[in-house]
Each structure stands twice: as C-alpha cells, then as structure tokens.
C-alpha cells in the first residue's frame, strides 16, 4: 500500500513525492491513499474543503479528514477554497485493491434470505444505524491513536467478498475477531457512545462509538454491552463482552470502522494486531 506525505501548492495528482515547505495556498495531506484507506491534511486556516459531494469539517488549525471507500474510484478530486475565495481541485489517485471471497455455511437460512415479516424491523436497523454513522462532531477524538478492541484469530477480513449458504451477499466490511464468549472488548480509541441497540436482525446487540469528524466504530454480535448512548469512553475502557448474536456461527467480534458512510479499514488505523497477525493486499 502507498503512503503518502505531500505538500501541494498548486494543482496536481498526488502521486507520493514529497515537496518542500508549504506555501500559504497550499493542501497538506498524510495518509494511505487506497481503497479503505483514509487521509488526514491540512488546508491555510479559514478554508473550506468538499470531498465526494460532501462539504468535510475542518478545524480552526486547517486539519481535516477524510475516508475512501472500499470500491472507491481511483480519480477522485479534493476541493479546496482558501480564505480570499479562491478556489483549487486536487486530483487524488486512489491505489485498487484485490479482495478476497469468503464462504460461509451453516448459518440460519432466515439470517441469509430474511422472511417477508422482518423486514420493516431491517429496515429500521439500518435508518438507526445509519444515523449514528453520519454524526458529524467537530471534535478529534480519533487522535489519541487507536489499538484492537479485543485480542484473537482474524477469521473475517475488510473488504471480502461473501457468499453466505451458498448465495453471493455484499462485502464484508469489518474484521472478524474470534475469541471466548465473554471476552472484554474495549474501545480502541476516544469517543462518544452513539448507538446501543440490544437485538439488531443481522447484527444482533450492536454498538457504535463517534470518533468525531465522521469517524465511527460499529460493534456487531455482543454478548453484553457495558456503556449507555451518549457516554464518553477513553481508549482501552471496556465497551461490552463478545458474543454470537445476530447473524453469526460463532462467538466473536465484528469491528468495521467508517468515515460517514464510506467503509475503512480498520486495520489501517490499529496496525498489526499483536499475536495473530493480518498484513493488508
């Protein structure tokens, strides 16, 4: 995967190579340019930015971020307006990414194709969950770092494709965690609680944390959920315990991580998981 450290004055793709110091017009951008990947810059104090149509929240320093989606397309544009109206487009080449497909059996067949009568209940998971991923606080919790929230074998990867009970379904958009029912989960960094939801169709007791800035972590198949919405929680605090509910063949933890509604890579944020071990394609 690249990473990227640039300094833009001027109009240009952002191709890896790093420049000189930064001019007062200039776009600063760190990060992985990459599908799931994501990117944190830096524009003159003042400025705007919009990203895919979506005008993106930056701080009094300049800073932003920004996520790129799993199937996100490699040219896409940054646009910047600097203080004095000026206004500048900066092509982004976004590196494609080789997915993996993962078949699972054996999982109830309602949980693959769902019976007519549940699917105002889907319906409704999905406007609560969306909701809460669309959050946009201005802080930056997302800066203390982040860790994994619970310690296991990787059976589930970001990005694969699924093909359940024998019936090819969406991707995959989190990591698979196999661990003991039990197990503490803990936030993997700072924020906010804004969704605990007891018994979702497919995810079962699900949990989401707001990282700020459009940066959220989803929680699927808990056994137990430890916080209430609206709670603030610190790196490392214990969230819930792993379980098998919802959709699911076993105990373990679903992690996925989104900016808004684009789907991240996790693993790009914690890094290589102490113990196991998963190197991204």
Known sequence: MRKLLIAIASMGALMGASLPAVAQDALMLSGILTQGGHAEGTVPPGSTVEYDGKDVTVGDDGVFIIG?????PNDTVLNVTLPDGTKKAYPLQVDARNYD????????????????????????DATAARAARNRNSPETWYKTGW??????????????????????KQPHYGFDIAAKEGTEIVAPADGMVSLVHPDMYFSGATLMIDHGRGLASTFLHLKSIAVEEGQFVKKGDVIGTVGSTGRSTGPHLDWRVNWFEKRLDASLFAGPMPGPSYTPD
Do not use: C, Y
């Open 68 to 72: 790129f989606h799993r199937d996100e």
């Open 101 to 124: 497909i993962q078949r699972i059996d054996g999982l109830p067949q309602d949980k693959v194709e769902p019976p007519p009568e549940v699917m105002a209940r889907i319906a409704a």
């Open 147 to 168: 860790i994994w929230p619970v310690q296991g074998k990787i059976t589930g990867v970001f990005g694969s494709q699924r093909i359940l009970n024998g019936a090819p």
